[in-house]
């Protein structure tokens, strides 16, 4: 039976049960005054309305089964694995840190496959077996736990229900806690990823084998393959060269697109048009490389061997290569477009309707009023929406992985294949990775690098709009 409970989706089980425990509590909790005796029903007013107490009961109720299914998700799955590995032979033990977290895997897998056949290896065998069974039985305390603490909680709940009861006040600060820590959430996670990145930079520039900050940043030569050169300009120059290119398609694009749609369109074509610009953000990211590898890169590849077949043009003038820098360029700019023609948008709207009349009463035409009037006012913003398509611009990895190309070049040719920081950190972080290596650790010092630029984009824009920005009444 616990072997066969170690297979059970436990997380979607435990979900329903909340959900259907916060259900019941809601309904008892929002009945509860109208099954109290006939003595109490004529007290005075009641505080709170009836949903209210439906909600405490329910949050009552959750609250605690949550808790214990978050402890459960933290240390369930290290329990089994630390349980696991002091029950093995003390030849297994006795593999190293790493062999050992790999042969506990490979049973993680045997015991999670029902359909798994044996392997012949008895001892692994048997091991999957007590691996499965430790997991359903894991996974029963935390069934049961929840159910138990979420029963308490419920009739803990319940029983604080009268009419004097302030259950408005206990659910709104319920909501309040909540609300505060998903903000939490999100700015630890910010400071964890943060020191995670500093902590694996800090070791890879001194551990052995590791290159000085100076040669990292300012070295030309990266083969980080043979973990000896690390010089790292290749990729920060291939990294801004094909965000340039792609600034050069969106920007335009992009900002001619708001100028239309939020001055010249009308409400109806407005209506069409925004929504179908707007589609090309919800394109997944691999759709773009799929593209730009299999239509835009041919297609450049072409023009780039017509133009050195020109007589005038000295042989090999371009690279022409199957994969560009400038293919991933292209591709990328139409990607960021509804990044800048959203946000254009909305600052261009958001200059006051009382600025056109007055240049339109003064005799400007359209267009001088959009060029000396409106779009002096929706500057910062424009510029703040351009920097943020240039961070985002920068971190994309799946159109430079798929048609940028890897080599690792300082060239002004834009038909070159070139390589990025997104590229090297996939190609460092795939396959079989030791994190005890510089070639693997100094994917980290990379990351870090991309997130100081795109931080510093991120910053400028937000002073710009700060310090520059109208203030209408």
């Known amino acids: 039976m616990l072997q066969s409970f170690g297979h059970l989706p436990i997380g979607w089980l435990l979900i329903a049960v909340l959900a259907a425990a916060s259900f019941v509590a809601f309904y ?6 109208a099954a109290a005796p006939a003595a109490t029903a004529g007290l005075a007013r009641t505080h709170s309305q009836p949903n209210y107490h439906g909600y405490f009961v329910a949050m009552c109720t959750v609250i605690p089964a949550a808790i214990v299914f978050l402890i459960f998700v933290l240390v369930g799955d290290n329990y089994v694995r630390q349980q696991i590995a002091s029950e093995l032979p003390e030849r297994i033990q006795s593999f190293g840190p ?9 049973l993680a897998d045997q015991a999670g496959n029902r ?3 044996t392997t012949g290896n008895r001892l692994f065998d048997a091991a999957s077996i007590r691996f499965a069974q430790l997991t359903g039985q894991t996974r029963l305390i935390a069934l049961f736990s929840a159910l138990l603490f979420a029963a308490a909680g419920f009739f803990f709940g319940r029983r604080r229900i009268a009419h004097d ?8 600060r319920g909501i309040s806690t909540l609300l505060f820590l998903c903000a939490a959430i999100a700015v630890f996670t910010t400071v964890g990823i943060v020191l995670s990145l500093t902590f694996e930079t800090v070791r890879f520039f001194t551990m052995e084998g590791g290159p000085s900050v100076i040669s990292f940043l300012f070295g030309t030569d990266w083969n980080a393959q043979t973990g000896t050169n690390f010089g790292a300009v290749p990729l920060f120059f291939g990294t801004l060269m094909i965000a340039l290119m792609a600034m050069c398609v969106a920007a335009p694009i992009g900002l001619y697109s708001a100028i239309y749609l939020s001055e010249y369109a009308s409400p109806r074509v407005r209506s069409w048009v925004k929504p179908l610009l707007e589609l090309l953000a919800g394109i997944p990211t691999v759709v773009y490389g799929f593209f730009a590898a299999l239509v835009v890169a041919p297609m450049v590849r072409s023009g780039a061997q017509w133009v050195n077949n020109l007589p005038f043009v000295p042989d090999g003038f371009l690279a022409a290569q199957p994969t560009s820098a400038l293919a991933a360029g292209l591709v990328m700019g139409i990607m960021i477009v509804p990044f800048v023609s959203s946000l254009s948008d909305d600052v261009i709207n958001a200059v006051p309707q009382s600025l056109r009349d007055g240049a339109l009463a003064m005799g400007a035409t359209k267009s001088e009023t959009i060029k000396q009037v409106i779009m002096p006012a929706a500057l910062p913003g424009v510029i703040a929406a351009l920097l943020l398509a240039v961070s985002r611009a920068i971190g994309e990895t799946m159109i430079v ?13 834009p038909t070159s294949d070139l390589t990025t920081v997104t590229y090297q950190i996939v190609a460092l972080l795939t396959g079989d990775t030791e994190f005890d290596s510089a070639k693997t650790v100094s994917a980290f010092a990379l990351g870090i690098v991309l997130f100081a630029i795109t931080l510093v984009f991120n910053l400028i824009a937000l002073r710009v709009v700060r310090k520059y920005r109208e203030k209408y009444d």
Request: glycine letters at 8%; a neutral charge; zero cysteines.
């Open 401 to 413: 992985v798929m048609a940028a190309g890897g080599r690792a070049l300082i060239t002004a040719d």
């Open 165 to 172: 009861f302030r259950a408005r006040t206990f659910v709104e």
């Open 28 to 33: 008892a909790g929002r009945t509860a005054l």
């Open 98 to 106: 790493l062999e050992l977290a790999q042969y506990i895997d490979r």
């Open 115 to 117: 359909d798994a056949v």
